[in-house]
């Protein structure tokens, strides 16, 4: 029996449950983010310090008040085609310029589906030194399993349009970007294999998923079982009524490795659970001091709690003495 209040899962005007294909593309996103910038070693100066004569200004140079919005100069950097403005600069900020906007997902609608309410507990660090299981339970509907129908469309005609644009002062870097996201070269691209090529990217998109679901998997297990690279210091053994919780607890229960997998659920932010996970020790460091106030509470020089990501969200709960527990979010794409 539920007495708390449960958050419910988005549903349509039938109160039928949905995934929104805006979700799926966000996740799907950030995979192509963290995996191109794993390809291709930018410059780390210009990500952290931006590019002169344009609007792509860095992670370091963002104003404080907008520490939520960081993650964009990456995104610029990586997704967006420049114009030139009037005076002389190019800027990277119209979303026109994205080249994601020629992929589109429908809202995915179950074929068959089991739902149930899950209790969500959040594993957090609670005094700098210790990772520790909140005592507050979220209760939320969820898809405990079963498969969704939605549709992909690639715009493979407006691609196409691109090798005809003069990119003198629109579309600039987009031979370049195309390349780097999507894996061929613009030029490559003829009417009579449009076909071909929007099967290069389904493919393309299915790959990037699985790369960073490896890579989400390693940090959240590494988030509850943590230790200095010194030995000196790891979380105490998390205990949740007086069971313990550790990564062996959690790792079989994601999904086996495959192409297409990704995340849905609650949103973390870039800052550490999505394309932060590609910035090392050092350069987290020098987000936390930038943005000291706003990401996640002080910065203490030298400690090593300061691992991204800080907190996580499972389904955990008791049952005749024996732990539940479940990753949340993780779907698999398939064509």
Known sequence: LIDQEVNLHIKDSENQFFIPGSSIKGAVRTALLYTVLEETKPNINQLLEGIPNTDIKGVLNVEKKEAKRAGMEIEKF???????????????????????????????????????????RTVSSVSKTLMNMKHFITNAEVIESGEFNCNLEIDMKGLLALKDINKKDEWIDSEEKVYKVFGFQLSELTPNNLKEYEGKIVKRLLEVSSIFFQKKKEKDLELISYKDENNLLKWKEIQVDNKPFGAESLKNKYPEMKEGIIELGFGGGWKGKTVGLYFDRKKIDSFRIRFKNRWSGKFHQGRPFWLFPKTMRVAFWMENDRPFIFPLGWICLEL
């Open 78 to 120: 990586v997704f967006r085609a420049g114009y030139r403005k009037d005076d002389g600069t190019i800027s990277y900020n119209d979303a026109k310029f994205d080249l994601l906007k020629f992929i589109h997902f429908s809202d995915a609608y179950p074929i068959k589906a089991e739902y149930s309410i899950m209790p969500i």
